[in-house]
């Protein structure tokens, strides 16, 4: 089955404290991209990545990283958590480089940093 | 840059009303269009796209046409039923070599009531 997933899908952590979230997709997409959703603000990107080890800023990349040495992965780091990043957080991947090509998205992961 | 307005939510009608979920957009070219619905719990799903203009999008009901001279794609669907209670999220992909970009909405929440 085609599908994207991610780990943990809750998180309760404390401020400072670093945490990385996993993404996984099975489909040989080169696109992947990180989003988060808050209320009011839709859904933002973080970061995304084309291919491996090709990774860019996406709308609101501050207090995050990620990295793509492999292509069916790319981890959400967050170093040092501040409660401001609580949310939602979606991974997502496509088709690189094909505008028709939709996004296909994993379950989400509620994040709390207290 | 790119953008997506959506109409603002939340939006509730009792089962079996006309359902119209506005959407219009700001890019260079002609991007793709797409309608991602989330339901409670879960990631995005897609709905429907449209990828040219004119085109029309349809799926379980729902349908949406990609209307170049106005920059729109409404959402609409005839008769709504308790199921389709979820958040809507217009979104559109650009026609360049970043194509795996998406830019979304802020997401319309729909509350259908039997």
């Known amino acids: 089955e085609a599908q994207v997933t991610q780990n943990p899908r809750y998180l309760i952590t404390v401020t400072g404290k670093k945490l990385t979230v996993t993404c996984s997709q099975n489909m040989n997409h080169e696109y992947m991209s990180w989003y988060r959703q808050d209320p009011g603000l839709g859904l933002r990107q973080i970061y995304y990545s084309m291919n491996v080890e090709v990774t860019d800023k996406g709308d609101v990349p501050e207090g995050y990283k990620v990295s793509r040495k492999e292509k069916r992965n790319f981890p959400l780091i967050l170093e040092s958590p501040s409660p401001n990043q609580t949310s939602l957080y979606f991974c997502?991947?496509?088709?690189?480089?094909?505008?028709?090509?939709?996004?296909?998205f994993g379950p989400g992961t509620r994040l709390t940093v207290t | 840059g790119n953008s997506v307005t959506q109409m603002e939510g939340p939006v509730t009608l009792s089962e079996e009303a006309f359902l119209t979920i506005n959407c219009t957009y700001t890019a260079t070219g002609y991007p793709s269009l797409f309608w991602y619905v989330q339901y409670p719990g879960e990631g995005l799903q897609l709905l429907l796209k449209?990828?040219?203009?004119?085109d029309k999008g349809s799926n379980k009901g729902f349908e949406a046409t990609y209307r170049k001279e106005t920059t729109s794609f409404h959402l609409e669907k005839g008769s709504v039923q308790v199921s389709d209670s979820a958040v809507y999220f217009c979104a559109l992909k650009p026609y360049n070599t970043n194509a795996g970009k998406s830019t979304f909405g802020d997401g319309t929440t729909l509350t259908v009531k039997p």
């Open positions: 449209a990828t040219k203009a004119d």
């Open positions: 997502a991947s496509t088709v690189s480089g094909r505008a028709s090509y939709e996004q296909y």
